[in-house]
Structure formats: structure tokens, C-alpha cells
């Protein structure tokens, strides 16, 4: 039996082949688990893991023992491998195949991060009927990846009808869900919220969210996604790149929440809306040039105004001051894709192949209303 994993090569993303690692069950040790990962989605979410693979957010430390080498502790630091290829994390379910934790039983399913594998080998370092947690190599990562949960006692999950909306948007509106907390706690009068990557679904799941509160949200997208996101009817007005300079911006107080992580789009916003920015904040990279813009084209006043959210540091916090707003979160969860499956916001795609859903969403040929489901055969 093996371990197939879809890899791809870090510095030139288009570049991908399948890994096959040995994995006997019967050499399990005590505690360990080994579960089939039946299916995930991939959305640019999980493109932009790859282009965050690095320092300082690290996603390529999750699987990197998947890709060979030798041991990662030294020292009681991670020390990041020289793996020319990289394993991008993905949200999915497993079943458990073989178990040896008295805690976790054969034949469950649990929703997590998973590697884009057939299948994967766990230790919990803390195992429960409602869940397992695994400790990584690397314990600087994000706490939040790091729980599988059984759909028995998920309060997310509702069946297997849910599932394919669970992969797409449980991550994304979660994300949305405490953006527009983020947005609520800071920004107490503000005008208008820009969103760019306006079609992405961690945008309009936010745009969702701030409606709900009577914010005024504006989309920015690109000419080719600009009637999808009208479609929606969760944007005030939709703008594509080229007509930013059409905003409402005099004595206008407004924030901009970043999915595009665009250097032109944020020199164009800069430009026009000047001092009023009140906060660019930073949440994607759909787009992935802001890194490797020239930062001094923009002005003083722009740099100093953005910022960075990564939410599973924004959720921690909120976690620790309010111990219901999980609860909150998932209702909010509930409503929000219930008016998704009404309106028909997102349509699933199930029958393309890893290699054939990767290549789409790393050349941005994917429809922003299709979420794609596939999985490592
Ligand atoms: N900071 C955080 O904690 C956090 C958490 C969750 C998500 N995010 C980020 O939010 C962003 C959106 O994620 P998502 O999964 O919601 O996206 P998605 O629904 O898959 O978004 C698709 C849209 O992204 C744009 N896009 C995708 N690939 C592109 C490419 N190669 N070139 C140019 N545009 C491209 C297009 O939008 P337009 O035409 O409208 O530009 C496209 O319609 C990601 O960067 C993700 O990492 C951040």
C-alpha cells in the first residue's frame, strides 16, 4: 500500500507530480491513526497557501515530511527543508482506515486540514469521540489547523449533503465571519468598505456579512467576473479594475479589505481615494503581486494604512474574549449558505481530476460560481 501526494514545485507553481510514499497499516505504532482522505476542495485559498509557503505564514511546513528528507527538530526550532516540492494544505474529510487510539474509531470521518494525499498518517497528541488534534513538526504553525473533527458531533455538519458546501466555505466564511467582526470592533463610522477580489467567496461571504450590519460595500473585480459579482445583489455597486477612479471617494471614509493582494490595484486605490483610507487591510493574494511591488510608489499616507489580517490569530483572540462566538459564527454559517443554496451562488464541480482542478486554479480559469471537489486517487 502507498501514500500518493500531489506535489508541487515551490518556486514554479505550474509545475506539479505525484509523490508515492510506502505505508504499510499493519506497522502502525501505538496511537497512531491512518486515514483515507476521500475529498477536498481547492479554491484560491489554497493557491495562496502555496504562495505563502514561505516565511513568515510557512503553510509547506504542514506536509513537508511528506516530501522526503530527513527529520525537521532541531535544536527545538523548525528547520525549514530544502524540498524543492511542497504539499498544499486543503479542508476535507478523511475516514479513519486503521486505528490504533482508543479514542479515535475506525470508520469515522473527520473534517480538517489535510495534505493534498490519498491518504495520511496521524499521532494525536490529544484524541476524543468529538475530536483529535495532532501536534506539528513545526510549532510556531497556526493552532486552528490543527483539529479534526468527527461529523457525529460537528455542529457544522448536517449530513452528506452538506458536504461539498462544508469544503468550500467552512474556512472562507469563517474568515468573512471575523473580518466583519474585525471591521465592527474598528471602524465605527466609516462611509464605505471596499472589497477587490469582489467574486472570490471570502469576498462576498464579508459582503454578506457587512450587509447585514448596513454597511455600504463596494466591489472591485475584473471585467470578466464583474456580472457575477452584480448577480450576487450583495454589493452596492461593482466596479472592475480599470474604473476605480469612478468611486465615490471626496471626504469619503473608506476601508479596503484586500483579497487581491494587487500592487497596481492598491497604487490605483491609493491614487484615488488618497488620505481616506482608514485602513487597507490585507486578507489574500489572489492576485499575488503586492509582495513584490515597489512599496515606494505608494504614498506615506498608504503604507501607513495598511495592515494584515490572518484570521486564525483574529479568531484566537475573539476565542479567548468571548466564549460564544463560535456559536455565533456557526449561525451565522448556517444562514449564510442556506441563502447560497437559494440563490444558487456556487455550483459544484466533482468530476475533474487533482491534476485538472489544480491546473485551472493555478492559470485563474476557474468560474468564481463553481467550487471544486476533487481528491488524490
Ligand atoms: N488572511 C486570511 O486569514 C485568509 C483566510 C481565508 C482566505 N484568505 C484569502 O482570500 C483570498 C480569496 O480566497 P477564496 O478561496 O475565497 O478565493 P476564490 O473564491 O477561489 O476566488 C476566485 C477569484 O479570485 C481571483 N483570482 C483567482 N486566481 C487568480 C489569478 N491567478 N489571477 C488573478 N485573479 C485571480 C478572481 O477574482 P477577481 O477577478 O474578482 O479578482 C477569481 O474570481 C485568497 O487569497 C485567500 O488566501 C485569507
Not at 46 to 68: E, K
Not at 92 to 110: D, I, L, M
Not at 278 to 299: C, P, R, Y
Request: with cysteine; hydrophobic share 40%.
Amino acid at each position: 500500500m502507498s501514500q500518493r501526494c500531489f506535489a508541487v514545485t515551490k518556486d514554479a507553481l505550474s509545475r506539479f507530480k505525484t509523490i508515492s510514499n510506502p505505508l504499510a497499516p499493519a506497522s502502525l505504532a501505538a496511537n497512531e491513526i491512518l486515514l483515507n482522505i476521500d475529498k477536498f476542495a481547492f479554491t484560491a485559498n489554497n493557491m495562496t497557501y502555496a504562495h505563502a509557503g514561505g516565511p513568515p505564514l510557512n503553510y509547506w511546513h504542514f506536509y513537508d515530511n511528506l516530501c522526503g528528507g530527513e527529520g525537521l527538530l532541531q535544536h527545538e526550532s523548525y528547520v525549514k527543508k530544502v524540498n524543492a516540492v511542497g504539499i498544499i494544505p486543503v479542508w476535507g474529510f478523511g475516514t479513519v482506515t486503521h486505528s490504533r487510539n482508543k479514542h479515535v474509531t475506525e470508520g469515522s470521518r473527520h473534517y480538517g486540514f489535510y495534505p493534498m494525499a490519498s491518504s495520511i498518517k496521524y499521532n494525536p497528541s490529544k484524541a476524543s469521540a468529538p475530536s483529535f488534534t495532532v501536534a506539528r513538526e513545526d510549532p510556531e504553525l497556526a493552532a486552528v489547523y490543527n483539529t479534526y473533527l468527527n461529523t457525529e458531533t460537528d455542529p457544522f455538519y448536517s449530513g452528506s449533503a452538506c458536504e461539498n458546501v462544508m469544503m468550500v466555505y467552512r474556512p472562507l466564511f469563517l474568515t468573512s465571519f471575523f473580518l466583519d467582526d474585525y471591521c465592527a470592533s474598528k471602524f465605527k463610522s466609516v462611509d464605505q468598505v471596499v472589497l477587490t477580489s469582489a467574486s472570490s467567496k471570502t469576498a462576498f461571504a464579508l459582503a454578506h456579512q457587512l450587509k447585514q450590519r448596513g454597511v455600504t460595500v463596494i466591489g472591485l473585480t475584473s471585467e470578466r467576473n464583474l456580472g457575477f459579482c452584480e448577480s450576487l445583489g450583495l454589493y452596492d455597486s461593482v466596479y472592475n479594475y480599470d474604473n476605480i477612479s469612478d468611486i465615490q471617494s471626496n471626504k469619503t471614509k473608506t476601508v479596503v479589505v484586500d483579497m487581491a493582494g494587487s500592487h497596481d490595484v492598491n497604487l490605483a486605490i491609493d491614487k484615488h481615494f488618497g488620505i481616506n483610507i482608514v485602513e487597507n487591510v490585507g486578507v489574500g493574494m489572489t492576485h499575488n503581486t503586492v509582495l513584490f511591488g515597489n512599496k515606494s510608489a505608494l504614498s506615506e499616507h498608504a503604507r501607513a494604512a495598511r495592515t494584515f489580517f490572518f484570521a486564525p490569530a483574529w479568531i484566537k483572540r475573539r476565542i479567548a474574549e468571548d466564549a460564544t462566538i463560535m456559536e455565533s459564527a456557526a449561525a451565522s454559517y448556517i444562514k449564510f449558505t442556506a441563502t447560497s443554496d437559494e440563490k444558487q451562488w456556487l455550483e459544484f464541480n466533482t468530476t475533474m481530476t487533482i491534476e485538472e482542478v489544480y491546473a485551472a486554479s493555478e492559470s485563474n480559469s476557474v468560474n468564481p460560481n463553481t467550487g471544486l471537489i476533487t481528491r488524490v486517487i
